[in-house]
Nanobody
């Protein structure tokens, strides 16, 4: 199981960014996918989850209405669209799946929200 995140960077407050997570090594379309984040000095926290067919999603309250998780099963990729970003969204964002008996994580992608 391999997960590779991309798309992070420096963003101004109020801006937007889309994160991508490319998955391989398992049948992507059969598994829930999740995004987590870890801010400096804080524990890793759940951000969003999407069902295998994309028909069901959950987002942590702090990002509801601003972030949207989605997936493209043909491309084995899960996305996190992040809008109306604030400095409190600054964190390393991780993609996660529990598949084939593994709790797999990507290497993370840094998102920094600052003017």
């Amino acid at each position: 199981v391999q997960l590779v995140e991309s798309g992070g960077g420096l963003v101004q407050p109020g801006g937007s960014v889309r994160l991508s997570c490319a998955a391989s090594g398992f049948t992507f379309s059969m598994f829930d996918m999740r995004w987590y984040r870890q801010a400096p000095g804080k524990e890793r926290e759940f951000v969003a989850r999407i069902s295998p067919d994309g028909g069901s999603t959950n987002h942590v309250n702090s990002v509801k209405g601003r972030f949207t998780i989605s997936r493209d099963n043909a491309q084995n990729t899960v996305y996190l669209q992040m809008n109306s970003l604030t400095p409190e969204d600054t964190a390393v964002y991780y993609c996660n799946v529990y598949a084939l008996g593994q709790d797999a994580w990507g290497q993370g992608t840094q998102v920094t929200v600052s003017s």
